[in-house]
């Protein structure tokens, strides 16, 4: 007699749960969709809505509970490594894309004329859809956004002088959407965008899309064009939408002032963390204020080839003088004062650089190596543009050392008494105790040391003042 403990689970909460692994049952439920739900195929015709729609609400639950973060208590305390987490990520972006795209797959030319339920869920697909693949740092995908502008032109509300975040329907979703995009989730660690969302959600009864103009620099959208929403600037447009948020910013207050009076998380806001929080309030109040955060340095349009070293290690070699270990010939689309825009192909890794990632620069055409730091990432499916910040210009190698032991790093400013500079080392190098000397360097230099700058993986950036 069969044992029924361990009879398979073909339901789609069965796929999902993959055994008790929540990234196998992503990648599984991704691969069971993508079988199923092919253009004319029969096997589509048979599975219909009803498969679809018990994947779609099963994903939502798997996603929910196996995020690193949520406004319930986890019951799972195991600890995740980058590299599962990475993984974890793109299978909820590809899960939630293979959901929205069976959906389409039945009836793609009667998406918006079809029974509206049907219609509401095709547009919660698409939003979810958009936002896993803005959390896992991929540009806005110009065929979803074409189809949340189809159905939202077609439904009531767009005939509305305003939508708001208040009751269900497709307005609510694009409204959700263009909510997600003013919060440049791409531009951010998952924890955070993880916390934005919530809070994103939370605040949804007090954000509008309104046909007026509105008075500070936001997000306008163009259903009707199923264009992606650009911040405004220009003159208005009869089929332009304005995203307004303004409202919002008393809940987000609120929230803040309770974890400042009382120490302690609001009950809204559950299990999150008071750690998380308190940065992506902070992010969100700059983001949808009246002088949101824009670029204060003129950019320069750029055609430049250049090579690029990877990590710390690879930049204490090329500046050190070695030859470029891994070969990456890149180009430079723009510069400013105090970063470039890096349009990065082909990288014999097969994995892009993150946010926080230390990168070398050689201009082809040009004179030494510079250092800096990836701020912004945007995946395209052949391509990346890379916001690089500069750190150093003219970095050399250099050592710190307390008489004991000695850092072997890479120096980003020229000492000068009374000056502060930085030294990039290893995440992994000791600390070492006062006095510091710096030396290899013209003169042995007298150190104190002032602060840790940044921690990323693989290396730390330490300030020093020159004595």
Not at 3 to 18: I, S, Y
Not at 71 to 97: N, Q, Y
Not at 107 to 129: C, F, K
Not at 252 to 265: I, K, P, R, T, Y
Request: net charge negative; charged share 20%.
């Amino acid at each position: 007699m069969e044992n029924p403990g361990r009879t398979l689970d073909f339901t789609p909460a069965g796929v999902l749960a993959g055994g008790g692994d929540a990234v196998a049952g992503l990648e599984a439920a991704t691969a069971t969709l993508r079988a199923i739900y092919k253009p004319g195929s029969l096997k589509a015709e048979a599975a219909g809505l009803h498969v679809v729609s018990g994947f779609d609400d099963a994903l939502r639950d798997a996603i929910e509970v196996s995020a690193p973060l949520g406004i319930k208590p986890r019951s799972d305390g195991a600890v995740r490594d980058l590299a599962w987490w990475s993984r974890w990520l793109a299978g909820a972006r590809d899960a939630s894309l293979a959901v929205c795209d069976a959906y389409w797959c039945l009836s793609p030319s009667q998406s918006t004329a079809g029974l509206d339920p049907v219609r509401h869920r095709l547009a919660v697909s698409v939003v979810e859809a958009l936002k896993w693949s803005a959390c896992d740092r991929f540009s806005p995908d110009e065929v979803l956004w074409a189809r949340l502008g189809q159905l939202f032109s077609a439904a009531p509300e767009a005939g509305a002088s305003v939508v708001g975040g208040d009751l269900p329907g497709i307005g609510r979703e694009y409204l959700r959407a263009v909510a997600y995009h003013s919060a440049n989730l791409d531009q951010v660690e998952l924890n955070m965008a993880v916390v934005l969302v919530h809070l994103i959600d939370l605040s949804l009864p007090f954000l509008e899309l309104t046909r007026k103009p509105s008075h500070a620099p936001q997000y306008v959208a163009y259903p009707g064009r199923g264009a992606i929403p650009v911040r405004h600037g220009g003159d208005q447009d009869p089929g332009e939408w304005h995203f307004a948020p303004w409202a919002a910013d008393e809940l987000l207050a609120g929230f803040e002032a309770h974890l400042d009076g009382q120490g302690a998380v609001p009950a809204m806001l559950g299990a999150l963390p008071e750690s998380e929080l308190r940065p992506a309030l902070s992010y969100l109040r700059a983001q949808w204020s009246t002088k949101p955060p824009l670029r204060n340095r003129r950019r320069y349009a750029q055609d430049a080839g250049v090579m690029v070293a990877r990590g710390f290690s690879a930049c204490l070699a090329v500046v050190r003088g070695e030859p470029l270990a891994v070969s990456r010939s890149w180009k430079v689309l723009d510069f400013s004062h105090s970063g470039l825009y890096i349009l990065a192909e082909n990288d014999p890794t097969r994995a892009w650089p993150d946010i926080g990632e230390l990168l070398g620069v050689h201009f082809v055409d040009g004179a030494g190596w510079q250092l800096g730091i990836v701020r912004r990432l945007r995946m395209w499916p052949n391509h990346a543009g890379l916001g690089v910040e500069l750190l150093a210009r003219k970095p050399m190698v250099a050592a710190i050392d307390d008489g004991q032991f000695a850092v072997e790093g890479i120096l980003c400013d020229t000492p000068e008494k009374g000056c502060v500079i930085r030294f990039l080392a290893l995440a992994s190098a000791p600390e070492l105790a006062e006095p510091l000397f710096l030396r290899g360097t013209a003169a042995v230099v007298k150190l104190r040391r002032v602060e840790t700058l940044a921690r990323e993986t693989g290396y730390k950036l330490v300030a020093y003042q020159v004595e």
